[in-house]
T-cell receptor, first 108, second 114 residues
Framework: KNEVEQSPQNLTAQEGEFITINCSYS?????LHWLQQHPGGGIVSLFM???GKKKHGRLIATINIQEKHSSLHITASHPRDSAVYIC??????????FGKGTHLIIQP | EAGVVQSPRYKIIEKKQPVAFWCNPI?????LYWYRQNLGQGPELLIR????????DSQLPKDRFSAERLKGVDSTLKIQPAELGDSAVYLC????????????FGEGSRLTVL
């Protein structure tokens, strides 16, 4: 079974700061997803990665297949970025493996 | 294009009552998941479908939970009878096929059992 670790578990930062959330896993995967969940809200898929880097607005996601590591970056963070960010591994016959999530709070 | 649609968004019932949740995945998506999410925790898989076939229902409490996806499109998750511990958000997600491709979640159905 693939083990996934996210760090940090909790992060509080000031508006405008550059945010990095990390995800490490133990077994090679075909794809990795980053999800965002606001309090009381549904889950939004931010990125699906199989290699390299993707960018969407102020969000950047990278993955290093050899090192089994992915990062989610938020530039010029804003209070509306406050949410839980979840790393999810895999798919296919093995299904999905969810990380425990990173609780991010951006203070004005 | 509509995303994954779930209903109802909220449901409050008394224990021992039945409840059903409905999910309509993105058009053309063969893979459908039902997850349960307790407050402050990550989603836990209940069942995964490939078309109309349940390919992973090992975590579904079959004594009270049932699910169906008769035509391989929309799906229903039922609890009968509901217990206090079933209070949670029930999430539906879909992907194109074979458990691959971009993952899309519905807004979830929040169940409160009194």
């Amino acid at each position: 079974k693939n083990e996934v670790e996210q760090s940090p578990q909790n992060l509080t930062a000031q508006e405008g700061e550059f945010i990095t959330i990390n995800c490490s896993y133990s077994v090679g995967i075909s794809a990795l997803h980053w999800l965002q969940q606001h309090p009381g809200g549904g889950i939004v898929s931010l990125f699906m990665l199989s290699s390299g880097k993707k960018k969407h607005g102020r969000l950047i996601a990278t993955i290093n297949i050899q090192e089994k590591h992915s990062s989610l970056h938020i530039t010029a963070s804003h209070p509306r970025d406050s949410a839980v960010y979840i790393c999810v591994l895999g798919g296919g016959a093995d299904g999905l493996t969810f990380g425990k999530g990173t609780h991010l709070i951006i203070q004005p | 294009e509509a995303g994954v649609v779930q209903s109802p968004r909220y449901k409050i019932i008394e224990k021992k009552q039945p409840v059903a949740f409905w999910c309509n995945p993105i058009s053309g998506h063969n893979t459908l998941y039902w997850y349960r999410q307790n407050l402050g925790q990550g989603p836990e898989l209940l069942i995964r479908y490939e078309n109309e076939e349940a390919v992973d229902d090992s975590q579904l409490p079959k004594d009270r939970f049932s699910a169906e996806r008769l035509k391989g499109v929309d799906s229903t998750l039922k609890i009968q009878p509901a217990e206090l511990g079933d209070s949670a958000v029930y999430l539906c997600a879909s992907r194109p096929h074979g458990g691959t491709g971009e993952l899309f979640f519905g807004e979830g159905s929040r169940l409160t059992v009194l």
